[in-house]
């Protein structure tokens, strides 16, 4: 008799709960935080273009001082790759770009002591860089470093010019926006600083060498696609 009614008061109990389970309202399933809905990981390529402005100066020892204005449009290519883990929002990543343009600008009497219109010019620029982003979903803010590549010019009064190819460095950011599938879009500010080369009398025209240097701006936008 005794395990009768124990046997009853637990089949009771079950009951009783199993009626208070289904009343209740179902759990919500678990998602993801939006900003992680959208995975970077992957090699890219893509296309950019922009503008640049920046200064140059050229030091000579005995005829003096010279600095002016730079400016001029640039378009090229991309590569990079990106990786980020699973659930986290950073990501990380390595990217490669070649740009070709003409960036140039000219000083007077004024500007560039004794000489007349001496002219420094930058045709081709190439970076390679790191990036570390923060993702929401499809939003990705960045900041990127590291070498950057490009030539020099120089010449005055008709003179022939004198030419090389720099290695300085770069530092900017920027932000990118998934918008269909494997395509995003970014749009980005680099500050970049090639150093400067000292040009010989033949090319600037002065009785000593002079050292060129040039440092440059740039806002570009691009367009990648992600395999």
């Known amino acids: 008799m005794k395990r009768v009614l124990v046997g009853t008061a637990v089949a009771l109990a079950l009951s009783a709960v199993s009626a208070l389970a289904a009343d209740m309202p179902a759990k919500a399933a678990y998602k993801a935080p939006a900003y992680l809905a959208y995975n970077w990981?992957?090699?890219?390529l893509g296309i950019n273009g922009g503008g640049a402005w920046g200064n140059t100066t050229w030091n000579d020892p005995t005829a003096g001082n010279g600095s002016w204005k730079t400016s001029g449009g640039l378009v090229g290519?991309?590569?990079?790759y990106n990786w980020q883990a699973p659930g986290s929002a950073f990501v990380w990543g390595v990217e490669g770009d070649m740009d070709f343009g003409k960036i140039s600008g000219s000083g007077n009497n004024a500007d560039c002591a004794v000489?007349?219109?001496?002219?420094?010019r930058s045709t081709w620029l190439g970076t390679a860089r790191g990036r570390v982003g923060y993702s929401w979903d499809r939003?990705?803010?960045?900041?990127?470093g590291g070498a950057a590549?490009?030539?020099?010019q120089a010449s005055s009064s008709g003179t022939p010019q004198e030419s090389t190819n720099r290695t300085g460095w770069?530092?900017?950011?920027g932000a990118?926006?998934?918008?269909?599938?494997?395509?995003s879009a970014k749009l980005e500010y680099l500050y970049v600083d090639l150093g400067s080369f000292n040009c010989g009398t033949t090319a600037c025209g002065v009785p000593s060498p002079t050292s060129v240097n040039h440092r440059l701006n740039i806002v570009r936008a691009g367009v990648n696609y992600r395999f």
């Open 139 to 144: 939003w990705l803010p960045f900041i990127t």
């Open 149 to 152: 590549f490009g030539n020099i």
């Open 41 to 44: 990981t992957g090699l890219y």
């Open 115 to 120: 000489l007349v219109n001496c002219r420094t």
């Open 77 to 80: 290519g991309t590569v990079g």
């Open 170 to 173: 770069t530092l900017g950011g």
């Open 176 to 183: 990118e926006y998934a918008f269909a599938g494997p395509w």
